[in-house]
């Protein structure tokens, strides 16, 4: 057995779909979510075994869609540091703070877990070309896996995105358009583009079913990190949720095999001042969000007004007695540079939040600072470099560098 994948389930009232077909959303207009035969796996597969297997996410395969090794389309991806951050943590009040870093996976950001599996399947089922909007990471990474797999890519980005990203696409050979606009100006040409080329699959967030899939092997390689056991608190820079809710799916998945006893972690949705409809519907109690008028954050990634995974990530965040919150700009940027000087890690904007969300938690006592606290990092701060500015002196040929001086490290 490569995968125990089952069948496909509506998010929104539980009804079955065949998995074995190229797949939107549900009838109802709902992501659709894979569903395993998990007591299979569970009598053919342990912890221990997995644990021999190469550092990749495919050492997860069982609980992966792709049924066929053949049609596995692959960068090295996965498996990234649980980075304990000492200094940092001990700056915030929260020693046992650690980073899972997903800038050094391919691409420099986590989107290539779910292009991974993602490309494959739809590889696997025929597709001939992937389309989606995306705000800059996502597209680059499904441009270089669709790239690898032999396949077409059509991306449309909004012209505010991270120049990098463009490049990455257009070294991966997409065919790139450029949107004067948000995601969801790009979401709206691409269906139409789809409906009109044969053979292209709309691999928008959560409008097919495994993107998800790739991403939730965040949460399996946090638990087999922590010696299978999972941290108190998880906290993830929340757009468009996929992240978040699949962690949350492998949580429970891991539950249901017996692999990860006692309570689940608290997670914790993490948005930006200037783009926070999560965190707003999460204080009013609302069941789902409404997009913010002017939308605007450097944390581009997280630039999301209007989720159509909102409902999943508010659920998460509740059922775990997690919490949403919100930092601004100014707040993010600052918690960038003191982490990259307590620990040498640069991160990307929409990581650099959630360690400003720690701070505040741990002031306001929602943390305590007794718990074992994990930050997903989502991408290398290589990707923003707009976002560490650059002062320093330029010396002539025959110029003397001064003496000591007092460090910036504080």
Known sequence: MFSSLSHLECSRDGS?????????????????????????????VSPAQIATRPPDLWRYRELLPVRDPAHVVTLGEGMTPLLALPRHGARLGVPL???????????????????AVGVSRAA???????????????????????????????????????????????????????????????????AKAVADRDGYQDTSTLKEPYRIEGKKTMGYEIVEQLGWRAPDVILYPTGGGVGIIAIHKALLELKELGWLRGELPRLVAVQA????????????????????????????????????????VLDTVRSTGGTAIAVTDEELLAAQL??????????CPEGAACFAAVGQLRESGWLTGAEDVVVLNTGSGL??????????????RDGVIPGAIASSLS
């Open 16 to 44: 079955r779909h065949d998995a074995d077909i190229v797949q939107g959303t549900s009838p109802l207009g709902a992501p659709l979510l894979a569903r395993y035969d998990l007591e299979r796996v569970a009598g053919t």
């Open 97 to 115: 703070l650690r980073m899972k870093d997903e800038g050094l996976i391919p691409t420099g950001a986590f989107k290539a877990r779910g292009a």
């Open 124 to 190: 696997e089922l025929g597709v001939r070309g992937i389309a989606m909007p995306t705000n800059g990471n996502a597209g680059a990474a499904w441009a270089c896996y669709a790239a690898r797999a032999g396949l077409r890519s059509l991306i449309a980005m909004p012209v505010a995105a991270p120049e990098i990203t463009r490049r990455e696409c257009v070294a991966a050979g997409a065919e790139l358009y450029l949107v004067d606009g948000l995601i969801g100006d790009a979401g709206a040409m691409i």
């Open 273 to 312: 001042a200037g783009c926070a409809p999560i965190v707003d519907a999460f204080a009013s109690g609302a069941t789902e969000s409404t997009a913010p008028a002017d939308p605007h954050t450097v944390a581009f990634g997280i630039t999301v007004p209007k989720a159509l995974g909102d409902f999943l």
């Open 338 to 347: 003191q982490l990259a000087r307590d620990e040498g890690a640069w991160v």
């Open 383 to 396: 990707i923003y470099p707009d976002t560490m500015p650059i002062d320093v002196p330029t010396l002539p």
